[in-house]
């Protein structure tokens, strides 16, 4: 995983949704009520909420959206990042991103490919949002767009099958 630059981002879905919350931002945050509002739910099958765990020292994740579940897989979701990610490294370099976004209110542009247990390896690009749900509650929403797995990618190169 490595963070990109917004200009990175090529994908029309994600840089409407990007221009979307940055119209609703408040204190740097989108609260979870205007993110509910009807003109945000063409994008919730690309969502996955994020909550801080402090007692494990990590990120739940819990994946909204249908297209998320579908390649991810539901028994991933409210899995934290360290039982996600075993391998030190990765597992500090995610927990070092969410950081950013919770506590510095910072939006996070990233890619990647990661390996899901039992999964094909997953490739992916997000945008990271900070959220707010009452009573002040931290939150993040996650993007994601362009996930595919290995084999996906493989059969989309010509000649390839």
Request: proline share 4%; net charge negative; hydrophobic share 35%.
């Amino acid at each position: 995983m490595r963070e990109i630059s917004e200009n990175d981002i090529a994908d029309n879905g994600m840089e409407a949704f990007t221009r979307l919350v940055k119209s609703d931002l408040r204190d740097g945050a989108i609260d979870f009520s205007t993110l509910q509002e009807p003109r945000y739910m063409k994008y919730w099958q690309h969502l996955t909420m994020v909550e801080r765990d402090e007692d494990d020292d990590a990120y739940r994740f819990f994946f909204v959206g249908t297209q998320i579940v579908r390649v991810e897989g539901e028994e991933f979701t409210g899995m934290t990042s360290r039982e996600i990610w075993a391998d030190d490294t990765k597992y500090h370099t995610i927990n070092g991103m969410y950081d950013r976004i919770f506590q510095n209110r910072e939006i996070v542009f990233s890619t990647g490919i990661v390996e899901l247990e039992g999964k094909e390896f997953i490739h992916w690009n997000a945008g990271s949002f900070p959220l707010r749900k009452p009573p002040d509650q931290p939150l993040c929403v996650t993007y994601l767009s362009h996930i595919q797995t290995a084999k996906q990618a493989v059969t989309a190169i010509p000649g390839h099958c």
